[in-house]
Each structure stands twice: as structure tokens, then as C-alpha cells.
């Protein structure tokens, strides 16, 4: 639009066609270039100071043995940066000590992945019990890979030179470093080196290209605006044509137009440029000046808005863009998780299944339930092994305070929620220093060597720990996690339905499902397994695989304990919003990796769908390509006969499946997800929810 009153503007400035005081265009055309221009200065500007800020604001560094003050661009890799409580970190660092005894700290990454709940990180296992000092001395080799931007993945290794330790290589993940952007909370100091600065860290690698700031409004009016001028240049030809012939064969015996007989070699331009001058009104410069001003205003309106207003935090609504509102105008899907944005992410322990016993059933909390009380006091065998993976198989980090209360920092509410009920049934975790924890179980304190964890991936979908017992040496392998990943792992002669009963239960309840089990293991399996896993896990390629691959081979055989099942409730409103923006015309998408019954009735609370008789749930499913094929073609004719009906109609899909179909039936899925409203996909990964969220950008 602008280059078209530019060109309208530049026409004006030859007095030959125009009739008009070409400032009538000039100004206000100057005037909308002029406050533009300003607000884009003013914007880079504010972004030149922050950065200005950034790269000056000084921070402490040991050089060579010698602690230091620079400045943040200043930073080499190499290089020990030590932080202080509240600080940024100003590059990415990998954690070489801090001031908790346990060795790790906490980070509020919000800058970084949105995420508001603070995350553990740990030291390596060679700089546990370092002191200051000899933090300034220390000398090592990090061997880490190219620069990248995955915030959830760093496989390095570490190799400290004598005398911190003998050589020794130790393999680092993400639990090890600081990134860029985040926050040391809750720790008075922490130190580590820089291995990527600049642009080269993972939040300078995130950052691309700037996108053009078009709204959908302000595209749709430079297309009507080019078909507009398209039509102009039709309508100018034709009276240009048409003026010159008359201009030649009539005009010039006018007595009253005084048309010289010869004219410039530019003369059969000037009647059709005063024609494109005539027809500039099609497109009025005061639509650019009107639409600026109404968007200014309802920005302004955003921000006066009493009912967007948080008393909690005290934070009024703020539109940090004018365009915001006619972009939030022409929303037509949302795509939304379930824990955090559905629901409050404070999760509560309410049911489980030991043995194939549930408790919690009668009276909707398993602490409360007085069979369970008995089983504890009774020290029953299998009760008290599904206590102890609770307490042990997490990477809750124990807090005592001065007054001797314990409390537990945990980056996962599920941990959390299983550790606090842990502690309420009497196996207490108290403490845990380098690689040795504590519990307390009825007063019997309980000591156990953590000889390995093998921490959780959205692939395997399950984290397990291996322990050796103090009081008598034998080791033991402790394992929780998804009943899809953990059932296949159970010994074929124990007999799991009562579990698998009870985990549908709880899923149809709404309640977030962990199975749990146990395996004893020989000294010899355990050493030979362990030469393996201390190989894959310190492989720079491939290493995630590897380490999975050496993992199943541990993972194996497993005693069946039973099931937890663990509420978070939705938050307050959730059920009504959604079903305004549903009558609003606006369809919902639902990524979550719950199991189906649990993801079915979080939708049905969240009014996501319409129960039966009023609403109908399509099922694609299978176990191979040709059965998800007949499914998705099954549904797909379902849901366009049911697109001419009155009728809720809604699909649910599961991970495995929705990877089958986008391989091998993208099109056939996309003209489902065009005629459904409401689309459930459950157990999906975070790289699928990933995926899924680009196909719908590239579908609109």
C-alpha cells in the first residue's frame, strides 16, 4: 500500500497531469512515513540499549587463577564465570560448583522456554565437594559438540586434569549447564566455564531473521490493493488509448483546447497518467491513516480493559503491539497442552495400586485411607518396596531449614507430589549428599548408594535408578514411568490385570498415571552392564540412542509394584472460556501426553467435547500402516456425512498413530483436521506437538 501512494505522490510532483497542490498528497503520505519511521527508530533503539546493557553489565571471571571484573561481551570460552543470587547468566556455562552442600542450584528459565517453575541443575560428579579455592585453580578439558540451539540436549564430557582427579572422563548433559538468559534463584553463588558465547550460545542460535510485521489485515489489504491498481491499470490503458485517438482526430479542431500541433516525444503518456491521478480515489490515503489510528486505539482499549487486570500480581493487560488485536480477531484454531495451561500444574497425590490393591478408592485420598495406614504399620514386603521407589527413583533435591523441617525442590510436579506423599506415609527422604541419600521409614534410617540414574526421555517414557543398599549390599534397580513402557518390562510370570484394571480407573478419572517396579541385580550383571553405559553415555554422536539402547537392556524382567494416580485440577474458568471461543467459531486442538481415557475426560470437563448423545468421539487407531489406513479413511467419511448434521463430532488420535499418518497420509489428515473441530491427540511427545504446530502453519 505504502508504494503506491508513494508512486500517486510522485505523479502529483509533474504539474503537466495533475490538477492539484501535490502537497494534499505529500503531506499526510510524509506524515504516515514519518510516525512509522519513528516508532521503528524508537524500537531499535530500546533494543540497542538493552543490549548495550547486556553485553557492559560486569561479571566476576577467574583468568589464569586470577578473579577478575569485565564485562559480559568481554567473556571467552574458557573462561570460570561466578554468579551471585539473582544474576543473569550472561553466556552458556557449564556448573562447576556452588554454595549448596548437595551441589546444585536453581534456575528460573521463563526467558528462556516460558516454563515459571525453577530447574534443578547439578555439578558434575569429579567437581562435587571443590571449595572456592580450589575452584580457582582448576584446569580441565570440556569436549563438547558444535553450537545449537536445542535447549533440552547438550552431550558433552568433562576430563579434570590431576590433582582434582585422575584423568577420569565424566559425561555431561543439560542438567549440567547454565544457559544464557536464565536466573540463578535461590542460591547464594555458583560458578562455571564458558563453552559457548555470543551468538553461538543456544538462545543466540534461536534467534533468525526478523519476520516482516504484517498483520493478516494488513496483508489482505495490500492484495485487494494490488488487484485494485491491477484493475486501474485495465481502466487506464483503455481511456488512455481512447484520449489519445481523440486527442488526435477531434481535439485539435476544438478552437477552446489549443492543443499545439506538435507536442513532446513523451506526449502519448501524459492523458493516461491523468487518468491513473482520476482513479487514485479508488484507493483513499486516509484508509492507511484511519486503520493506524483504530489500531492505536484498540491496543489503548486492551490496556484499559478492568477485566484483564491480575489483582494477584497486580499486572494490568498490556498490547505491546498495535496490530494485536485485529491478529487475535481472525484466530481461527488454538492449539493448546493440558498441564499448566488447562490445568493449575500443582499436582496432588490421590489413589494408587499396590499388589494389585487400591487404595484411596472409597474415600478419594490414599493418604486418608486407613488400609493403607495398617499395611505401613504392618510393614508389609510389597508396601513398603512401592514406598521406596516413590522416595528414591526421582531427582527431588531435599532442603532442611534451620528449624529441621525438610522441603523438596524438585523441576517435576509429579516428583514432587510422589515424594510429599512418599514423606507422609513415613519414608521420609531427608537428605541426600554427592551420591548417597538418606530416609527415614517409622524411625529406621535407611542409607542408599545412587549408582546410576537413567534419566527420562519423551521416548522412553520412564527414568529409572540403580542403588545399592547400605545396610546389607545388595543392588537393586528402581523404575517408574508410563504403564505403556513399563508393562512390556514386566517378567512374564507375574501377572499385571489387576494393575492394568486399575491404571484404566484411574485414567477415566482423569488422574495422571506412573507404574512402578523393582528388580534386584547381580554384582557381576551390574558391573558388566555399567562398563556399557559409562561408554554410551559419553559418546558425543548418537549418544540419547545409545544410552536407550543400554538402558533396555537393564530394563528388563521387572517385579510389577503397582500404579500411582496423581490429580491436577483444571484451572479456575478453563471450562467456561472455552466454550465462549467455541461458540465464537474458534476450533480446538489438544496435544497432550496423558493416556487416551485420561486425555478423554480432561476434554469432556473442559467442555473440549459434548457427551453422548449430543457429541460424538472418532477413534484412529492401529496397530500397522494398513489398519491405521482403514481408520483414518473410516473416520474421515464419518466426519463428512456428520459435517452436514447439528452434531458435536471430535477425533482422537495417539502419538504412534499421528506419526504413521503424517508420513504416509498428510493430505488425507489435513482435510480431517479442516472439517473437525475439536481434535484430541494423546500421547505425544514434545517433538510431535512441535511437529503438528508447523504442519498447522504451514496449512493456513
Not at 504539474?15 to 499526510?28: D, F, K, M, Y
Not at 571471571?61 to 543473569?88: C, H, P, S, Y
Not at 507430589?417 to 517409622?442: E, I, Q
Request: hydrophobic share 40%; glycine share 6%; charged share 25%.
Amino acid at each position: 500500500m505504502n508504494k503506491y501512494f508513494l508512486l500517486i505522490a510522485c505523479l502529483q510532483l509533474w504539474s503537466l497531469i495533475t490538477p492539484v497542490n501535490p502537497a494534499s498528497t505529500w503531506g499526510p503520505l510524509i506524515f504516515i512515513f514519518a510516525v512509522s519511521a519513528t516508532k521503528e527508530a524508537w524500537d531499535d533503539y530500546n533494543r540497542y540499549i538493552s543490549d548495550k546493557q547486556a553485553n557492559e553489565k560486569n561479571v566476576w571471571v577467574v583468568k589464569k587463577g586470577i578473579k577478575t571484573r569485565i564485562q559480559a561481551q568481554d567473556i571467552r570460552v574458557g573462561d570460570i564465570v561466578w554468579l551471585r543470587e539473582n544474576d543473569e547468566v550472561p553466556c552458556d556455562l557449564v556448573l562447576l560448583g556452588t554454595s549448596e552442600s548437595q551441589g546444585v542450584c536453581f534456575l528460573e528459565t521463563a526467558a528462556l522456554d516460558g516454563e515459571t517453575d525453577l530447574k534443578t541443575r547439578v555439578i558434575p560428579p569429579p567437581c562435587a565437594g571443590l571449595t572456592p579455592d580450589l575452584l580457582h585453580k582448576i584446569k580441565g578439558v570440556i569436549e563438547c559438540p558444535c553450537p545449537d540451539k536445542d535447549i533440552r540436549r547438550f552431550d558433552a564430557n568433562l576430563r579434570l586434569f590431576p590433582p582434582f582427579i585422575d584423568n577420569d572422563l565424566c559425561p555431561l548433559t543439560i542438567k549440567n549447564t547454565l544457559l544464557q538468559s536464565c536466573y540463578l534463584r535461590n542460591t547464594e553463588w555458583a560458578c562455571g566455564v564458558a563453552v559457548y558465547t555470543g551468538n553461538e550460545t543456544k538462545l543466540g542460535m534461536t534467534r533468525g531473521l526478523p519476520e516482516p510485521k504484517l498483520t493478516a489485515v494488513d496483508a489482505m489489504i495490500d492484495k485487494l490493493t494490488g488487484a485494485i491498481f491491477l484493475f486501474q491499470l485495465v481502466v487506464v490503458v483503455i481511456l488512455g488509448v481512447a484520449g489519445n485517438v481523440w486527442k488526435s482526430s477531434e481535439a485539435r479542431k476544438k478552437w477552446y483546447v489549443q492543443y499545439p500541433k506538435e507536442g513532446p516525444w513523451y506526449d502519448f503518456i501524459v492523458i493516461p497518467l491523468r487518468f491513473e491521478l482520476l482513479c487514485s480515489i479508488m484507493i483513499p490515503i486516509s484508509i492507511k491513516v484511519s486503520l493506524d489510528l483504530v489500531k492505536s486505539l484498540y491496543a489503548k482499549f486492551i490496556d484499559w480493559d478492568l477485566h484483564m487486570y491480575d489483582e494477584k500480581s497486580d499486572t494490568p493487560a498490556h498490547a505491546a503491539n498495535t496490530g494485536i488485536n485485529e491478529d487475535l480477531g481472525q484466530v481461527e484454531y488454538i492449539l493448546t497442552d493440558k498441564t499448566g495451561t488447562l490445568t493449575e500444574n500443582m499436582m496432588v497425590f490421590r489413589r494408587c495400586c499396590i499388589n494389585g490393591v487400591c487404595y484411596g478408592n472409597e474415600s478419594g485420598d490414599a493418604l486418608k485411607d486407613s488400609d493403607l495406614a495398617r499395611a505401613i504399620a504392618n510393614k508389609v514386603p510389597e508396601v513398603v518396596k512401592f514406598l521406596t521407589v516413590m522416595a528414591i527413583c526421582n531427582t527431588v533435591v531435599p532442603i532442611k531449614s534451620a528449624s529441621g523441617s525438610i522441603s523438596y525442590k524438585s523441576q517435576s510436579q509429579d516428583e514432587d507430589a510422589l515424594v510429599n506423599a512418599a514423606s507422609c506415609l513415613h519414608m521420609v527422604l531427608t537428605s541426600k549428599t554427592g551420591n548417597f541419600l538418606d530416609m527415614n521409614f517409622n524411625g529406621l534410617v535407611l542409607r542408599y548408594e545412587i549408582l546410576d540414574t537413567l534419566e527420562f526421555t519423551s521416548d522412553r517414557k520412564c527414568m529409572s535408578v540403580v542403588v545399592r543398599d547400605c545396610q546389607n549390599g545388595r543392588i537393586m534397580l528402581l523404575s517408574k514411568g508410563a504403564d505403556e513402557a513399563i508393562f512390556p518390562c514386566i517378567s512374564s510370570e507375574q501377572q499385571v490385570r489387576p494393575v492394568v484394571e486399575a491404571v484404566e480407573h484411574f485414567a477415566q478419572l482423569g488422574l495422571r498415571t506412573l507404574c512402578l517396579a523393582w528388580r534386584d541385580l547381580k554384582e557381576d550383571e551390574y558391573r558388566d552392564w555399567s562398563i556399557m553405559y559409562k561408554e554410551a553415555s559419553s559418546s558425543l554422536i548418537d549418544r540419547e540412542w545409545k544410552v536407550a539402547e543400554v538402558c533396555q537392556q537393564l530394563e528388563h524382567n521387572l517385579e510389577l509394584l503397582g500404579a500411582t494416580a496423581i490429580e491436577d485440577r483444571l484451572q479456575d474458568g478453563v471450562p467456561e472460556t472455552i466454550e465462549t471461543l467455541r461458540k465464537a467459531g474458534i476450533n480446538f486442538w489438544m496435544l497432550t501426553g496423558d493416556k487416551q481415557n485420561t486425555a478423554i475426560q480432561i476434554a469432556l470437563l473442559c467442555n473440549f467435547i459434548s457427551p453422548e448423545p449430543e457429541g460424538q468421539l472418532l477413534l484412529i487407531q492401529g496397530k500397522n500402516l494398513d489398519e491405521v489406513s482403514r481408520s483414518l479413511e473410516r473416520v474421515l467419511l464419518t466426519m463428512r456425512i456428520s459435517s452436514t448434521e447439528h452434531k458435536d463430532v471430535a477425533f482422537i488420535v495417539d502419538g504412534w498413530t499421528l506419526e504413521i499418518i503424517l508420513k504416509h497420509h498428510y493430505e488425507a489428515f489435513t482435510d480431517l483436521a479442516m472439517l473437525s473441530r475439536t481434535a484430541i491427540c494423546c500421547r505425544v511427545t514434545p517433538s510431535q506437538k512441535a511437529q503438528n504446530t508447523g504442519h498447522w502453519r504451514w496449512w493456513k
